[in-house]
Every structure is written in structure tokens, then in C-alpha cells.
């Protein structure tokens, strides 16, 4: 069975731009959730998609928002880009709502310059 | 205070050695996962659990709910072992991460 994958795998934007990043997750996974890490903060959650609806929610402000199909993959959009935005963007799949077992994708590392 | 607390940051060890990782937590939480991230970022779950003992080969994890805190260990290391090993635990239906000890294991 094939991995989670994400698009790109590496990214380099210009503060102020949007970026859009796509996650396929494992088949027959319902739920994608997405995480940044930073250096400074390490890993933090985002978000969780289930069935084409948001979740569950992290503490990050508006420009960063997703959505889901119903195929299961999902996207993540940054908008109004600051440099602070720079880091590993990872998502992970699991069967389930809730973050019981998840599946990691390679992540995709976004510069902001 | 971080909700999550992993000792020690930063572990160098030789070929062989029994290796321990802790991490306390002061929250409830509905289960704990350990996490391994290599150079390059991809992360891989190695454990989850909400009690007790769990052993996969060399690797074995536990957990007292009781006293909110789990260790991993790695039993024979080995320089593949060598990665960023994470403890996230999951609260409210997210997981809250630690920040990460990076083992270094030297032949």
C-alpha cells in the first residue's frame, strides 16, 4: 500500500504570496491532519480533516486554512506569507478521527524569503 | 511551562549501549506516541500507547498514568538508531508534541 505523499517537497515563496500544499493520504484513510515545525517551536498541529470537514483546530491565526475532498486528499493554503511561515510542513493520515495512529508524509519545506 | 517535557535534549551514546529517553507531561491525555525523525524530516510512529508496556524489537515503551510520564528505551544501540525521537501526547483529540531528543549513537 502506498505512503502518504505531499507537493511539492520543497517550496521557496516571497513574503506576502500564498502557497497551496497537497497531501494524498494512505488509501482508505479517512483523516488527514496537517503540523508545522519550526526550529524555534518544533511541532505543532494545524488542523484535522474528516470527511471533507475541519475537526479539530490548532492555534494558528486565519492565513492558514485547508480543506478536504472527497477522495480524502487534502490542501493546505497559506496566504499573506511572513517569513515566520518558513518550516517543514508535514501532514499525516489515519483510518479514524482523533490522531490514534497516524502515517507521516515527507513533509514540505517552505521558505519564505 | 511546556505541556510536554522530554529529557534528556541531546544524548550521545556508543554501539551498544541501553539507551533511555523520559517524557512528563502534565495534562490529561487520551493516549502518548513516540515519534522518530531522521535527517530529511520524515517521521515515523513507532509506539502508541495509554498504558502499560510495549515492546517492538530492540525498542521497548512504557507509561504510568500516575505519575503523567513515559520512557522509551533502546535496548543493543545501533548508529542507525541514531534520529530525533519525539513524545507527543494526545489531548482533546490533538497531539501536543515535546521537543525532541536527539540521539547520537557512535560505532
Known amino acids: 500500500k502506498a505512503g502518504v505523499t505531499q507537493t511539492p517537497r520543497y517550496l521557496i515563496k516571497t513574503r506576502g504570496q500564498q502557497v497551496t500544499l497537497s497531501c494524498s493520504p494512505i488509501?482508505?484513510?479517512?483523516?488527514v491532519s496537517w503540523y508545522q515545525q519550526t526550529p524555534g517551536q518544533g511541532l505543532q498541529f494545524l488542523f484535522e480533516?474528516?470527511?471533507?470537514?475541519?475537526?479539530n483546530k490548532g492555534n494558528f491565526p486565519g492565513r492558514f486554512s485547508g480543506r478536504q475532498f472527497s477522495n480524502s486528499r487534502s490542501e493546505m493554503n497559506v496566504s499573506t506569507l511572513e517569513l515566520g511561515d518558513s518550516a517543514l510542513y508535514l501532514c499525516a493520515s489515519s483510518l479514524w478521527l482523533g490522531a490514534y495512529e497516524q502515517y507521516f508524509g515527507p513533509g514540505t519545506r517552505l521558505t519564505v524569503t | 511551562k511546556n505541556e510536554v517535557e522530554q529529557s534528556p535534549q541531546n544524548l550521545t551514546a556508543q554501539e551498544g549501549e541501553f539507551i533511555t529517553i523520559n517524557c512528563s507531561y502534565s495534562?490529561?491525555?487520551?493516549?502518548l506516541h513516540w515519534l522518530q525523525q531522521h535527517p530529511g524530516g520524515g517521521i515515523v510512529s513507532l509506539f502508541m500507547l495509554s498504558s502499560g508496556k510495549k515492546k517492538h524489537g530492540r525498542l521497548i515503551a512504557t507509561i504510568n498514568i500516575q505519575e503523567k510520564h513515559s520512557s522509551l528505551h533502546i535496548t543493543a544501540s545501533h548508529p542507525r538508531d541514531s534520529a530525533v525521537y519525539i513524545c507527543a501526547v494526545l489531548v482533546a483529540q490533538k497531539l501536543v508534541f515535546g521537543q525532541g531528543t536527539r540521539l547520537t549513537i557512535n560505532p
Open positions: 480533516y474528516f470527511s471533507e470537514t475541519q475537526r
Open positions: 495534562v490529561g491525555i487520551s493516549a
Open positions: 488509501s482508505g484513510h479517512r483523516s
